[in-house]
Nanobody, 121 residues
Framework: QVQLVESGGGLVQPGGSLRLSCAASGSIASITTMGWYRQAPGKERELVAVITDGGSTDYADPVKGRFTISRDNAKNAVYLQMDSLKPEDAAVYYC???????????????WGQGTQVTVSS
């Protein structure tokens, strides 16, 4: 069984920072992309940032220059450093990863349970 567990959400004032963490565990043979998505109330889930196993990154336009995604392949972990947070960044943030389990030949997409980020004064 493979799973993703997030941590690091919470309440922060506008202009503040938070760091989200996500660790993959289980019978993992390989991990390709890891990323973060978010979903605000009444809105569709949207991509925030993604990082490949080679370290290439991509960001949604609203977070470019403010958020930084990174990963630690040795720990099967991905992080999202969020700076200069705005009220519109408030959402449930979900970790996402494409992983292959031992004993399988194809990768599957996995989601974490989500962590709430609230930006308010």
């Amino acid at each position: 069984q493979v799973q993703l567990v997030e941590s690091g959400g919470g309440l922060v004032q506008p202009g503040g920072s938070l760091r989200l963490s996500c660790a993959a565990s289980g019978s993992i043979a390989s991990i390709t992309t890891m990323g973060w998505y978010r979903q605000a109330p009444g809105k569709e889930r949207e991509l925030v940032a993604v990082i490949t196993d080679g370290g290439s990154t991509d960001y949604a336009d609203p977070v470019k220059g403010r958020f930084t995604i990174s990963r630690d392949n040795a720990k099967n972990a991905v992080y999202l450093q969020m700076d200069s947070l705005k009220p519109e960044d408030a959402a449930v943030y979900y970790c996402n990863s494409k992983m292959r389990s031992w004993g399988t030949t194809e990768s599957s997409t996995y989601w974490g349970q989500g962590t709430q980020v609230t930006v308010s004064s």
